[in-house]
């Protein structure tokens, strides 16, 4: 990281204030931890708030039992199922990810992840992060494809679609085989690079922020989807929780265009797209036939 020479000295005080296990494992597990429910809270803010309403691509949410883009409080059955799926979560972090970062510890060793300086350079540490992200939607594209055959389904899968309009805290809802399975697609990336320890927190809060961000549920101006034309987003992943099927990628678009399994949410796109054209064409035409007074 040249010219980021303060980065060096704060990395080099945090290695040298524990041992090497301790930041190799209880720290990864804290940057996976502050990732997942540190970009959630922005979402659960906005799922309190009416003034968001106008970006949720669903509005039969949690949040908005009656359906009503009005209401004003969360109903309070829609919070228990908030808070029953943040329990599940934090279970599944504490008793799946955080064992499985400590087996895969001596893995990451052998392959070289070291947290020495310097720290990589902003290419090295660029490109292995979207090496690791084009890695991970391949090998979660077949994952997820395979979880959607019939057995697996009934016995895996059905409860991470439980939630047929997702928000942020549902994203690691899922069987704890799933989150073992599909978690394999996570670390195939690091595995085939070996990255610095600082490119493997880089890339771990990535994820979990794009994982959070594509169920949060809402399609806003600030949306990622919306300024990178290859990030399928919450719009994308939103239609396979409605469908529970198609879009079965994690993080880019060009997967399910290359397998044609995004055709159906294309149709629904293309009508989505002209009926907000027919309805702003007899918009205008109201405004036309309304008499102009006064001149
Ligand atoms: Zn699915
Ligand atoms: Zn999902």
Same mark, same amino acid.
């Given at each position: 990281?040249?010219?980021?020479?303060?980065?060096?000295?704060?990395? %080099?005080? /945090?290695?040298?204030?524990?041992? *090497?296990?301790?930041?190799?494992?209880?720290?990864?597990?804290?940057? #996976?931890?502050? !990732?997942?429910?540190?970009?959630? @809270? *922005?979402?659960? %803010?906005?799922?309190?708030?009416?003034?968001?309403?106008?970006?949720?691509?669903?509005? =039969?949410?949690?949040?908005?039992?009656?359906?009503?883009?009005?209401?004003?409080?969360?109903? +309070?059955?829609?919070?228990?199922?908030?808070?029953?799926?943040?329990?599940?979560?934090?279970?599944?972090?504490?008793?799946?990810?955080? *064992?499985?970062?400590?087996?895969?510890?001596? /893995?990451?060793?052998?392959?070289?992840?070291? #947290?020495?300086?310097?720290?990589?350079?902003?290419?090295?540490?660029?490109?292995?992060?979207?090496?690791?992200?084009?890695? &991970?939607? @391949?090998?979660?594209?077949?994952? $997820?494809?395979?979880?959607?055959?019939?057995?697996?389904?009934?016995? @895996? =899968?059905?409860?991470?679609?439980?939630?047929?309009?997702?928000?942020?805290?549902?994203?690691?809802?899922?069987?704890? /085989? &799933?989150? @073992?399975?599909?978690?394999?697609?996570?670390?195939?990336?690091?595995?085939?690079?070996?990255? $610095?320890?600082?490119?493997?927190?880089?890339?771990?809060?990535?994820?979990?922020?794009?994982?959070?961000?594509?169920?949060?549920?809402?399609? +806003?101006?600030?949306?990622?989807?919306?300024?990178?034309?290859?990030? +399928?987003?919450?719009?994308? #992943?939103?239609?396979?929780?409605?469908?529970?099927?198609?879009?079965?990628?994690?993080?880019?678009? $060009?997967?399910?265009?290359?397998? +044609?399994?995004?055709?159906?949410?294309?149709?629904?796109? !293309?009508?989505?797209?002209?009926?907000?054209?027919?309805?702003?064409?007899?918009?205008?035409?109201?405004?036309?036939?309304?008499?102009?007074?006064?001149?």
């Amino acid at each position: 990281m040249g010219g980021f020479s303060w980065l060096e000295e704060g990395w %080099l005080r /945090l290695a040298t204030s524990v041992s *090497p296990f301790t930041l190799h494992t209880l720290f990864t597990f804290l940057i #996976h931890e502050v !990732a997942y429910w540190g970009t959630y @809270v *922005p979402y659960a %803010l906005m799922d309190r708030s009416a003034y968001f309403r106008k970006w949720k691509i669903q509005e =039969h949410t949690y949040g908005y039992g009656s359906g009503s883009r009005h209401a004003k409080r969360l109903p +309070g059955h829609d919070r228990m199922k908030m808070w029953r799926c943040v329990g599940y979560v934090a279970a599944n972090h504490l008793f799946l990810v955080l *064992p499985l970062i400590l087996v895969t510890h001596p /893995l990451f060793e052998m392959l070289g992840t070291t #947290h020495s300086l310097p720290l990589p350079t902003v290419w090295e540490f660029g490109t292995q992060i979207f090496f690791c992200l084009l890695v &991970e939607d @391949v090998f979660f594209y077949f994952g $997820h494809r395979l979880l959607h055959t019939p057995w697996l389904y009934r016995h @895996v =899968h059905s409860v991470h679609h439980q939630h047929t309009a997702p928000f942020g805290a549902a994203a690691e809802f899922a069987h704890p /085989l &799933e989150v @073992v399975f599909l978690g394999l697609s996570t670390v195939a990336g690091p595995i085939i690079v070996g990255p $610095h320890l600082f490119t493997l927190w880089g890339y771990l809060f990535l994820r979990c922020w794009q994982t959070v961000d594509c169920h949060s549920g809402y399609d +806003g101006p600030w949306s990622l989807n919306r300024w990178v034309p290859i990030y +399928g987003g919450a719009r994308q #992943h939103d239609h396979h929780h409605k469908t529970f099927s198609g879009n079965y990628a994690s993080i880019f678009l $060009h997967m399910d265009w290359f397998f +044609g399994t995004d055709w159906a949410w294309r149709q629904s796109s !293309a009508r989505q797209r002209r009926q907000g054209v027919l309805q702003t064409e007899k918009a205008a035409e109201g405004e036309q036939q309304v008499p102009v007074s006064g001149s």
